[in-house]
């Protein structure tokens, strides 16, 4: 008893909590404990509110929350345990904001979109450098790559896909002053997938990577992490065959910064993470790291000068490293410049300062094309080749916005694209939210917010932008330096509100201005460049016969793989022209493609975790347009959901509603908010959502959900104690224990049951989308389904007689032929049991019928003989034939046998197409819907035909009431099975009567009519003078077989007289 108690009470609350679809909304109801986990729903929209609300979720560990569908993501610098198979799987599937924000729930519901809608989309991770950008990429990476459904084969390409980013972070990665881990390449990469959803390649795009690093890092920062992961990690074997030393401290290009050794990077097992990962991508990776340690051998070549001044190389052991090079070659390349002088080479020694550019160029060159060939080659093994349509999801990390107190060229363009990336975020932000008012039939007010446009027009305009001076400046003949161009931009920009310099600064300003920088106003904050640089590092030049040597270098240790990446040009473009091209070109891609956001945060700059350094959180807050993007999300309406979402939550809130709205979920929700007493300007009704204006309305709507789950909670748990089952509190706790234990097992099942029917769903729809298909993998498993359930029903609904033409299932289109041959041989097969079910002396009795009644009586009796069986069931109308309103009216009476015939008007004689029914009691006349006349057997007193070969037949009835019809002349071509069937259905053998000369019949009560036969060369009927009806019969046998002929002709005939 008392578990049929807790059952039925926890069975209510648990409808309840179904019906609202257990945890969705999570957000709201546990708000009050982690703050809100959506901005949208914040009461007020000011900074101070979303600081503070990002404090109180940061304090417990909850880095993730989301304004609407964007997730802001805050660095916690230390592992959370929220990354694990159980949390990916808690995720999988289910709607967005069902659970608390987690960067799962984004990547779960972009990858379910693109499932359902088929189309591609991407994922833009912004925020400044440290802020989290890279390891929110590889989580997603990771969620797709455990969440997505997997084969044997799918599984190699997503260990590659996975196993790239080691890679590209070993070598693309560098300790900075910002981040230990920072991405000094931006990367876009395509996660595709086919239609089933399986994870089935990558294809990566990078983006200018710092190539400056391999020779000089500032103080505080390391080179790249693989040359340290090499020099550390490698084995002695490998070491010594590299020629290289164990530590960082015997390269020149490892110690600059000062800092080899970091506590938060270990290069030993990075470097084994790295070697297997490798392993995983098939790499032959000994030509790769030979090329790596040729850059460290570069690295250490020093020059003195001699008296001249000239380069001259201080010893050539290094040299002796730099595999498969001529090292006299080498070694001029480095000493001396090559010029050519229309069809002589003159050779002109360097500087030492010459040689040691002319060394870093080469060692910059080097380093550079190994990444570009790294990427491809990576490319390559994550490629799919099959050419059927993929959908994708984009994942796009770049370098962060970052300011180090002197910033360069590479800053420039790290800066520059964030700048692209937040103008990109502010179009597709705003145009997102007015297509969705727009779509929804809404009236909207844009909100203001700060266009970011002045400053990338300032970059990249055409003619007049920082770029186009740069460029112009370093491929202008004459005397170029860096201050030529800070000169042209003070020409050029001096007026700019986003540009200074120390010449341009007012008074104040220019106290914080070298006289070689440039300011920028970013929508980030200020940076200051030095000019020192730019166009060097914007030319990118390298000395011609360094280049043949770097050639020559690359060929010989990777092979033939560079030939591709090595065609050099006469004039190459400058860098930062390459950089903008290629940011133009993924601006394009991202906006081909559906958008999905995610705004990290830094949450200090000293790298600990549990410190949330408020100013510096805002500051982010603020260039990164939350606040805007906010109130743009609330601008019109703070939360809007689907209808029939809306009403499965709040139905428990309105009797109208509860338990069931039967109608259009858009009305109930209409008559759900009115009972509500919303105000009409509290909320507006969409096309397919409800949009609600101020989160206190749907607070207030929440609260009173939560008041009437409890109140019908508590009822329950009132009756349960009216019964005396549960008298103490202490019972009561545990009932309520059992409760939510019972209600979680029971939601949770019901969540793995959804789970499974939306991909069993989805897996038919597809199916059902390409059935008119050849057999792929996309319908095989639905059309066989198909196949199997048409058999099936069809063997449950197989017509049971020969005369039911109409139950035969209308076959799906991939069975239409295999339907026709079965329901061919299905018939075949009844007609031959109709045959063979007559039994012998049943084929004998009937003839016997036949021929006591006909033989030597009726002319056209012996040629019917041999046919005779056959036609019993041949001749017959089937079922279809009949008018489904006649079958109707007559579902009583089992149908018998059914024929057409020609029945004559008792009056004119005029002939009409009938058909003749005859069932267990009665003889039908049907005029297709319509019953004519029912003859009852028991009132047939007479059936009369002549002697003659004709097939007329009287029937002579009995009239009960005089208004009553009477007798019935027909014509039917079938006369002796008809008329055999007969005497067997209703006993009339002793009725039949074979007449010489007329027959009389009568028309009506007391009007006689009669029928009169002859013979004669053709068949014919007629009205004959004397106002008979006139049968003139064929004497030719062979006419008889011709029966339709013979009744057109009857027809003809009598509709000519
Ligand atoms: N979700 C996280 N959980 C734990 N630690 C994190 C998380 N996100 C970031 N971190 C920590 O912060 C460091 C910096 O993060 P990350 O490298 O992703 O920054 P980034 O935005 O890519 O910076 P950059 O622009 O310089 O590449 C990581 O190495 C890691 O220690
Ligand atoms: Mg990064």
């Known amino acids: ?123 833009l991770i912004s925020g400044e450098s440290g802020a989290g950008k890279t390891e929110a990429s590889k989580k997603i990476l990771q969620y797709y790559a455990v969440s997505c459904p997997s084969t044997t084969l799918l599984n190699t390409v997503r260990d590659k896909m996975l196993m790239s980013n080691p890679v590209l972070e070993a070598f693309g990665n560098a300790k900075t002053l910002k ?73 020149n290009y490892l110690t600059q910064g000062q800092c080899a050794i970091v506590q938060s990077i270990n290069d030993k097992n990075d470097w084994k993470t790295v070697k297997n990962a490798l392993q995983i991508i098939n790499f032959d990776e000994t030509h790769l790291f030979e090329v790596i340690a040729s850059v460290l051998h570069l690295g250490n070549v020093r020059f003195d000068s001699d008296s001249k001044g000239h380069a001259l190389l201080n010893n050539n052991t290094e040299l002796h490293w730099l595999l498969g090079v001529d090292a006299h070659r ?24 010459h040689a040691i550019y002319a060394r870093d160029a080469l060692a910059k060159a080097i380093y550079g094309q190994t990444f570009t060939w790294l990427v491809n080659r990576i490319n390559e093994s994550m490629e799919n080749k099959d050419p059927s349509r993929k959908t994708v999801i984009g994942l796009l990390d770049i370098y962060g916005f970052e300011v180090f107190y002197v910033n360069s060229f590479e800053q420039f363009c790290i800066n520059y694209c964030n700048e692209k990336l937040q103008q990109l975020f502010i179009e597709l932000t705003l145009k ?31 003619h007049r932008g920082i770029i186009s001076l740069l460029d112009e400046e370093c491929l202008r003949p004459g005397d170029a330096t860096d201050l030529t161009f800070l000169e042209r931009l003070e020409e050029k920009m001096g007026n700019h509100p986003h540009f200074v310099t120390h010449k341009l600064a007012d ?39 360094i280049k043949d040597v770097s050639l020559q270098l690359i060929l010989c240790q990777i ?163 009216a019964t005396g089952q549960r008298e103490n509190t202490e019972n009561r706790k545990k009932l309520v224990n059992i409760e939510s234990c019972w209600r979680g097992t029971q939601a949770r099942k019901e969540k793995e049951k959804r789970a499974w029917a939306v991909k069993v769903i989805k897996k038919f729809i597809k199916g059902y989308m390409t059935r008119g298909q050849a057999k792929n993998t996309d319908n095989s498993e639905y059309l066989a389904f198909v196949r199997q359930n048409y058999l099936n029903r069809l063997r449950d609904n197989l017509p049971k007689t020969v005369l039911d033409k109409t139950t035969w299932l209308t076959p799906p289109a991939v069975l239409t032929e295999t339907s026709e041959m079965l329901r061919k ?36 009796y012996p040629q019917s ?104 002349v027909v014509q039917c071509d079938h006369l002796f099975e008809l008329l055999t069937k007969l005497c067997v259905i209703a006993n009339k053998q002793n009725a039949i009567k074979v007449v010489q000369g007329s027959i009389n019949f009568e028309i009506q009560a007391g009007k006689g009519g009669a029928v009169d036969f002859s013979t004669g060369p053709e068949p014919m009927v007629y009205k004959a003078k004397n106002g008979h009806l006139m049968v003139v019969t064929c004497q030719n046998p062979a006419l008889l077989c011709h029966s339709r002929i013979s009744l057109l002709m009857c027809q003809k005939t009598l509709n000519g007289s």
Request: aromatic share 10%.
């Open 1 to 123: 008893m008392s578990h049929f108690l807790v059952h039925s009470a926890a069975t209510l609350l648990l409808q309840l909590v179904a019906q609202g679809q257990l945890d969705m909304e999570g957000a709201l109801t546990a708000r009050d404990r982690v703050g809100i986990q959506d901005f949208v729903l914040l009461d007020e929209t000011t900074e101070a509110a979303f600081l503070s609300n990002l404090k109180k979720r940061f304090s417990k560990d909850l880095i993730y929350t989301y304004i609407g569908t964007l997730l802001v993501s805050v660095n916690p610098y230390k592992e959370l345990d929220i990354y694990n198979k159980k949390q990916m799987d808690i995720y999988m599937g289910v709607n967005f904001f069902e659970l608390p924000p987690h960067i799962y729930a984004l990547a779960d519901n972009a990858y379910h979109t693109m499932l359902t809608e088929f189309n591609n989309h991407f994922i």
């Open 559 to 721: 092979k033939m793989c560079f030939r591709l990446y090595c065609k050099y040009r006469r004039r190459p473009e400058t860098v930062v022209t390459q950089f903008k091209s290629s940011l133009q070109k993924l601006t394009e891609i991202l906006m081909a493609k559906e958008a999905w956001y995610i705004r990290c945060l830094k949450s200090n700059e000293s790298k600990q975790s549990g410190q949330f350094d408020e100013a510096l959180i805002r500051h982010q807050v603020k260039y990164l347009g939350l606040m805007e993007h906010l109130r743009v999300r609330r601008a019109g309406f703070a939360y809007r959901r689907k209808y029939d979402v809306f009403l499965k939550r709040y139905k428990p809130l309105c009797p109208a509603t509860w338990p069931h709205w039967r109608g259009v979920a858009a009305d109930g929700v209409e008559v759900l908010v009115q009972h509500l007493g919303y105000l009409p300007d509290e909320y507006k009704m969409g096309r397919t959502k409800i949009f609600i204006r101020h989160p206190r309305t749907l607070f207030a709507t929440e609260d009173a959900y939560e008041k009437c789950k409890h109140e019908l909670g508590e009822c329950q748990l009132r009756n349960t104690k």
């Open 507 to 545: 008074k104040m300003t220019r106290k914080t201005l070298e006289r070689g920088d440039f300011r920028l106003l970013h929508y980030a904050g200020e940076v200051t460049y030095c000019v020192v640089g730019f166009l060097d590092k914007n030319n990118d030049l390298l000395y011609r016969n």
């Open 825 to 860: 041989l299905h018939y075949r097969l009844m007609v031959r049991k109709y045959v063979r079910g007559i039994t012998p002396q049943k084929k004998f009795q009937m003839k016997l019928i036949t021929s006591s009644i006909f033989k030597g009586k009726k002319d056209s």
């Open 330 to 353: 080498l070694q001029e390349g480095l000493t001396f410049r090559k010029i050519e002088a229309k069809k002589d080479q003159v050779l002109s020694p360097f500087t030492t300062d």
């Open 179 to 251: 981040n230990d881990n920072s991405s000094r390449f931006g990367k876009y990469m395509d996660i595709q997938f086919d239609g089933q959803g399986d994870a089935v390649g990558g294809h990566i795009l990078n983006y200018l990577l710092e190539k400056s690093r391999v020779v000089h890092q500032n103080h505080g920062e390391r080179n790249f992490h693989i040359f340290y992961q090499l020099v550390e990690g490698g084995s002695d074997d490998l070491l010594h065959q590299l020629g290289l030393e164990r530590g960082c401290q015997h390269y």
């Open 865 to 968: 003989v041999p046919s005779f069986i056959c036609h019993l069931t041949s001749h017959l109308i089937g079922e279809e034939d009949i008018n489904p309103r006649v079958i109707q009216m007559i579902r009583n009476e089992r149908i018998k046998y059914c024929v057409p015939v020609i029945k004559y008007d008792r009056n004119g004689f005029k002939p009409r197409q009938r058909q003749l029914i005859l069932t267990q009691t009665a003889v039908y006349v049907i005029e297709e819907a319509k019953i004519k006349q029912r003859v009852l057997y028991t009132s047939l007193k007479g059936i009369s035909v002549s002697n003659l070969t004709d097939s007329t037949i009287v029937f002579h009835i009995t009239r009960e009431e005089p208004k009553q019809k009477g007798d019935l």
């Open 432 to 462: 997102s939210e007015q297509e969705e008012y727009e779509a929804e039939g809404i009236e909207w007010e844009p909100v203001q917010f700060f266009n970011n446009k002045i400053i990338c027009d300032l970059i990249e305009e055409k």
